[in-house]
T-cell receptor, first 115, second 116 residues
Framework: GAGVSQTPSNKVTEKGKYVELRCDPISGHTALYWYRQSLGQGPEFLIYFQGTGAADDSGLPNDRFFAVRPEGSVSTLKIQRTERGDSAVYLC?????????????FGEGSWLTVV | AQSVTQLDSQVPVFEEAPVELRCNYSSSVSVYLFWYVQYPNQGLQLLLKYLSGSTLVKGINGFEAEFNKSQTSFHLRKPSVHISDTAEYFCAVSGSGGTSYGKLTFGQGTILTVHP
């Protein structure tokens, strides 16, 4: 499909384990965003990439969270030493550029459950 | 920093009735405003956005919203709803500076349920 693709769609992991969540943005989109949506809440901004670089990581909750986008396309969100409070839907979004005229498209999300 | 308050967590309405979903925001800078819709098991989809210009913004599926700067509101309206409009609706805001676009602050969402 032509939309933002996220894998896995569901992930159950044990407390303390390491998790990787993958995002494949729309082809040609240079701007990529990660958000986190906890149950009953709206999405919260985590990090923004312009090309390969993390231009704004002010939303990452702590140093257990890290994201990369090595070739300016696919991005991976990495969570170390997972905690039960990390359980949420992790949303990826992309836009052609970081410009108000460009629509931000969201993927369906990766549901992470930490048990 | 910005914040968004969606005043109703759930709005039930009958088919073909009008609906208004309320959104208020707080910001110390000029803002862009958005409404997104999330259908069950789907990703967020942009309904409409206000960037500048006319305060009445028309979006997809017959929705519209009005930006009221003095009341810091951006309420979403539809004159006649359909069963297919049943979904969760999110209001969002970002600063209008060049480094702020895309860094959205969302409200908690309003679940719209349309009954036959």
């Amino acid at each position: 499909g032509a939309g933002v693709s996220q894998t896995p769609s569901n992930k159950v992991t044990e407390k303390g384990k390491y998790v990787e969540l993958r995002c494949d943005p729309i082809s040609g989109h240079t701007a990529l965003y990660w958000y986190r949506q906890s149950l009953g809440q709206g999405p919260e901004f985590l990090i923004y990439f312009q090309g390969t670089g993390a231009a704004d990581d002010s939303g990452l909750p702590n140093d257990r969270f890290f994201a990369v986008r090595p070739e300016g396309s696919v991005s991976t969100l990495k969570i170390q030493r997972t905690e039960r409070g990390d359980s949420a839907v992790y949303l990826c979004a992309s836009s052609l550029e970081r410009s108000p005229g460009n629509t931000i498209y969201f993927g369906e999300g990766s549901w992470l459950t930490v048990v | 920093a910005q914040s968004v308050t969606q005043l109703d967590s759930q709005v039930p309405v009958f088919e073909e009735a009008p609906v208004e979903l309320r959104c208020n925001y707080s910001s110390s800078v000029s803002v862009y405003l958005f409404w997104y819709v999330q259908y069950p098991n789907q990703g967020l989809q942009l309904l409409l956005k206000y960037l500048s210009g006319s305060t009445l913004v028309k979006g997809i599926n017959g929705f519209e919203a009005e930006f009221n700067k003095s009341q810091t509101s951006f309420h979403l309206r539809k004159p006649s709803v359909h069963i297919s409009d049943t979904a969760e609706y999110f209001c969002a805001v970002s600063g209008s500076g060049g480094t702020s676009y895309g860094k959205l602050t969302f409200g908690q969402g309003t679940i719209l349920t349309v009954h036959p």
